[in-house]
């Protein structure tokens, strides 16, 4: 792998400047005004396919944003890989909380990145880690060490639950068919601790309305005599937890696949220090469900929390009224066996349940995806496992990881293919969060690190 490194050297500011190009487009899925931008996005990634040696490269359309598809085919008894990630990016709101512009990426050098982190929306999730990908191929391509058939899938529109991501799957079944699914949205324990994804957290997504009267009413004629539908909203959704922190939605936890002990045990292995997750994200202690670690509480259990939440006045000065509606998106993270839909359902019932005769309710779903666990005696991780014991110089160690990832069940339903999750990213990135920055060091490391996967794929798969 001699030539790989050598041309990933002598390449590492062009790749970077590249990144950086791409960064400065806001891809906003979630957001119509940005459309035309998550567009001109696609159409950089098709064109760096296309400079990287793919044989084709073509943007998809699809009902939303599009998927962009590139292959390179190079022989039919080859295994092959195909690469997933998405250009898409969250909101960057807060804009006041960001220390710079999210779409004017600069480099910063940080307690740990010495070697400076990426300071931009989407540097982490998903634009730097999937762009690895591209830069890792073309270096393959560039020393003709490519031994494996090798497809792309690089979509739009992740960040609002792949909407049309099934309907591409179902209509390219025999063109995307693969060996293996490799993502990199991930994250590892640390710099000095590597580690693969082995698990994901399903997710089930809602919003909320609660009305009272039918208009906004001055608080001080009518305060005290009629429903708040903020208050009510507050008191309903305290209610769904209770001291435990265990959540209150009868059924919520009868489908849970529950860890043993020895798994359990093995988790605890890994490296955490609690006193550090409290400094690094501001907080003087740490909460959750009783009976569980923060790491477990954040990986192997589920969750319920509001993502958003809003009703009457919130502008300059004061404006005394009791609000018509009230509002609040919540999701709720699951692990293995619990299912979105089931799950959607049941908080339906259970929130129409106790809400009080004087307001009307209404749950509108948004969108869900499955749990996922993948095996650690497969080909394909036992190939992941030695490329980062390679290049990171020590074995990797199996993670449980907390988010979601919904296309990763889809791509095992309808491609019948499991996935490898070789991230590169760190829990601290700020993913979703104001300042979202990721390492330089991670970036180059992934661009490192992603050909030895491929050579051992191909070794194993003989």
């Not at 190079?74 to 898409?88: F, K, Q, R, S």
């Not at 082995?198 to 997710?203: A, D, E, I």
């Not at 708040?228 to 309903?236: R, W």
Request: proline share 6%; net charge negative; aromatic share 8%.
């Amino acid at each position: 792998m001699s030539k790989v490194n050598e041309f990933i050297s002598s390449n590492k500011d062009r790749f970077l400047e590249e990144l950086l190009e791409l960064l400065r487009i806001p891809s906003v899925s979630a957001d119509s005004k940005y459309k035309a931008d998550v567009r001109t996005a696609a159409e950089y990634i098709q064109k760096k396919l296309v400079e990287a040696g793919a044989d084709k490269a073509e943007i998809c359309e699809t009902a939303g944003h599009p998927i962009v598809y590139g292959e390179k085919l190079v022989d039919e008894n080859a295994p092959t890989i195909l690469v997933y990630g998405h250009y898409d990016v969250q909101p960057p709101d807060p804009l006041d909380l960001w220390d710079s512009p999210p779409f004017e990426p600069v480099i910063k050098k940080t307690e740990l990145h010495p070697e400076g982190a990426i300071f931009a929306r989407g540097s982490a999730d998903d634009k730097g880690q999937m762009y690895m990908h591209i830069k890792a191929f073309e270096a393959m391509m560039d020393a003709g060490v490519l031994k494996c058939n090798t497809k792309f899938i690089i979509e739009g529109e992740e960040e609002v639950g792949s909407k049309h991501l099934e309907t591409f799957l179902l209509e390219n079944k025999e063109m995307l068919k693969t060996d293996v699914v490799l993502i990199s949205d991930t994250d590892m324990i640390s710099n000095d601790t590597p580690s693969i994804t082995v698990g994901l957290r399903g997710l089930s997504y809602v919003e909320v309305e609660v009305t009272g009267p039918n208009r906004d009413l001055h608080s001080g004629l009518y305060g005290g005599a009629v429903p708040n539908p903020i208050n009510v909203l507050a008191e309903m959704i305290a209610s769904l937890k209770d001291d435990k922190k265990y959540i209150t939605i009868p059924g919520f936890y009868n489908d849970v696949l529950e860890v043993t002990a020895e798994d359990r045990a093995a988790m605890a292995m890994a490296p955490f220090d609690q006193e550090d997750y409290k400094k690094s994200i501001g907080l003087n202690d740490v909460e959750g469900e009783e009976g569980f670690s923060t790491k477990e509480r954040a990986s192997i259990r589920p969750t319920l929390d509001v993502n958003g939440i809003w009703g009457g006045y919130t502008g300059e000065g004061a404006k005394t009224v009791i609000a018509s509606k009230a509002y609040a998106k919540i999701s709720m993270r699951l692990v293995p066996n619990q299912k979105p839909d089931k799950i959607t359902e049941l908080f339906k019932a259970h929130f129409e349940s106790i809400a009080p005769p004087s307001v009307k309710v209404k749950v509108t779903p948004h969108h869900g995806g499955q749990p996922y666990l993948t095996p650690t005696d497969s080909i394909a991780y036992q190939a992941a496992a030695k490329a980062m014991e390679t290049t990171f110089g020590k074995e990797p160690i199996p993670n449980r990881g907390g988010g979601s990832i919904p296309i990763v069940a889809l791509f095992e339903e309808i491609l019948k293919s499991k996935t490898v999750l070789m991230g590169f990213g760190l829990d601290t990135d700020a993913i979703h969060s104001p300042n979202e920055h990721y390492g330089v060091f991670n970036f180059f490391k992934g661009i490192e690190t992603i050909p030895e996967f491929f050579k051992n794929f191909a070794e194993m798969n003989k």
